[in-house]
């Protein structure tokens, strides 16, 4: 059973900073293309990072020079860390884990509140 848990959401300031956790159980992870997405209310969900397997990255636009993502294919976990956070960064996040066409899993979220 494939299961992937984040962690490390949370209340922060704007200008602050978090890291957010994704653990990964059941499946290859080191062959995975791991992600992190993010929905705020009545938005749709977004791509916020990717890293492939070989360690290549994407970032959207809007997190490009704040957010960074990560991974240690010893724990079988992605990290995000994300600082100089905005307001606008807002949003429920959700790690992703994806093979090809066929293999495409998700956690089950973490709010990140950026507010004063």
């Known amino acids: 059973q494939v299961q992937l848990v984040e962690s490390g959401g949370g209340l922060v300031q704007p200008g602050g900073s978090l890291r957010l956790s994704c653990a990964a159980s059941g499946i290859i992870f080191k062959i995975y293309a791991m992600g992190w997405y993010r929905q705020a209310p009545e938005k749709q969900r977004e791509l916020v990072a990717l890293?492939?397997?070989?360690?290549?990255?994407n970032y959207a636009d809007s997190v490009k020079g704040r957010f960074t993502i990560s991974r240690d294919n010893a724990k079988s976990t992605v990290y995000l860390q994300m600082n100089n956070l905005k307001p606008e960064d807002t949003a429920v996040y959700y790690c992703n884990a994806g093979l090809g066409l066929t293999r495409d899993y998700w956690g089950q979220g973490t709010q990140v509140t950026v507010s004063s």
């Open positions: 890293i492939f397997s070989g360690g290549n990255t």
